[in-house]
Every structure is written in structure tokens, then in C-alpha cells.
């Protein structure tokens, strides 16, 4: 069988050393290394001497960009007009809060009037009525006195006879004129 290990490299001391320790901390022998690193360059692209990967720097910026640009397109295409028309809908919430605010205080303050008005106009027709019921009573008691003083009368004028002076008739009449007056 014929091996397939047949090439060698040769590297200074300190390069062995940094080696074999990063063999050592991977877990892995140094040729296995070795094999990895050379995969790892050929598939990848990168150049080992730019410690700064330039490669992966830009090809993470270019991402980045792409990823911004889809943002802002989404943001102008999407977030904008939502929020435009999210804005109309509050301020037109808001004028018809305002709106319906003062139209509901304006009608409570009218009802409040109003109200006032007719507990006024009760009142007033409340004393009307007392004074109307009063009114009543009164008439209804001079009515009641009346009848007194005129059945008090009649009695009288019945009572003379032919015989009576015209001074008993005039003295009946004088008080009789001065109970209606009293009344």
C-alpha cells in the first residue's frame, strides 16, 4: 500500500508551538487540524492573512443594507399609510368626542333651564291654586254668613205684624245693613 501522507511542511518553532496548543484546545491531532484549516479556507473563500475577515465584513454590511432596505420599503409601503390614516381616525375621534360633548352639555344646560322655568311657573301656579281654593273658602263662608244674616231678616220681618213701628223697621234695617257691611 502506498501512502498518502507524503508531503510535509515546515514551519519555525513558534508557529509548532501556537499549533500544537490550538490542536490541543480544539481536542483534535495536528494533521486533523491542519486538514480542517485547509477545508475551512478552500470552502470559505477568506484569505488567512486578513485578520479582519474584510470578505465576511462586507458580505455582512451588504446583508445589513438589504435588510434596512426591506425595512424602509416596508416602512413607507406599510407603516406610514397605517399610521397616516391611524392619526386621521383619532383626530376625527376626537372632533366627534368634542362635538358630542358640546352638544350634550348645551342640551343638559337647556334642560336645566327649562327645568328651573317650570318648577318656577309650578310654583307660581301653586300659589294661584291657594289663592284660587282660598278664594273658595271665603266665598263659600260669606255665602254661609249671607244666608245667616238674610234668614235672620226674614225671621224678623216676619215677626211684625201691622201693629210694628217704623222705627223696629228702620232699626232692623240699619243692622242688617251693618252685617253686610262687616262682611
Known amino acids: 500500500m502506498e501512502d498518502i501522507n507524503v508531503r510535509s511542511v515546515r514551519y519555525?518553532?513558534?508557529?509548532?508551538?501556537?499549533?500544537?496548543?490550538?490542536?490541543?484546545?480544539l481536542g483534535?491531532?495536528?494533521?486533523?487540524?491542519?486538514?480542517?484549516?485547509?477545508?475551512?479556507?478552500?470552502?470559505?473563500?477568506?484569505?488567512?492573512a486578513d485578520l479582519?475577515?474584510?470578505?465576511?465584513?462586507?458580505?455582512?454590511?451588504?446583508?445589513?443594507?438589504?435588510?434596512?432596505g426591506f425595512i424602509k420599503t416596508q416602512e413607507n409601503m406599510l407603516l406610514v399609510p397605517m399610521?397616516?390614516?391611524?392619526?386621521?381616525?383619532?383626530?376625527?375621534?376626537r372632533q366627534v368626542i368634542?362635538?358630542?360633548?358640546?352638544?350634550v352639555l348645551q342640551h343638559n344646560v337647556d334642560v336645566l333651564n327649562n327645568q328651573h322655568a317650570l318648577a318656577a311657573m309650578f310654583s307660581e301656579i301653586a300659589k294661584l291654586m291657594e289663592a284660587i281654593l282660598q278664594s273658595q273658602k271665603n266665598r263659600e263662608t260669606l255665602k254661609a254668613q249671607f244666608m245667616s244674616i238674610?234668614?235672620?231678616?226674614?225671621?224678623?220681618r216676619e215677626s211684625?205684624?201691622?201693629?210694628?213701628?217704623?222705627?223696629?223697621?228702620?232699626?232692623?234695617?240699619?243692622?242688617?245693613?251693618d252685617q253686610l257691611r262687616s262682611l
Open 160 to 177: 211684625f205684624t201691622i201693629m210694628t213701628l217704623g222705627k223696629e223697621k228702620e232699626e232692623l234695617i240699619a243692622v242688617v245693613k
Open 98 to 103: 368634542d362635538l358630542f360633548n358640546t352638544e
Open 12 to 25: 519555525p518553532l513558534l508557529v509548532d508551538q501556537k499549533f500544537e496548543k490550538l490542536a490541543l484546545k
Open 28 to 48: 483534535r491531532t495536528k494533521r486533523q487540524l491542519f486538514i480542517q484549516m485547509v477545508d475551512y479556507f478552500y470552502k470559505s473563500k477568506k484569505d488567512p
Open 52 to 68: 479582519n475577515d474584510e470578505v465576511l465584513k462586507n458580505t455582512l454590511m451588504k446583508n445589513h443594507q438589504q435588510y434596512i
Open 83 to 93: 399610521k397616516s390614516l391611524m392619526d386621521r381616525i383619532g383626530e376625527s375621534q
Open 150 to 156: 238674610l234668614e235672620g231678616y226674614i225671621r224678623s
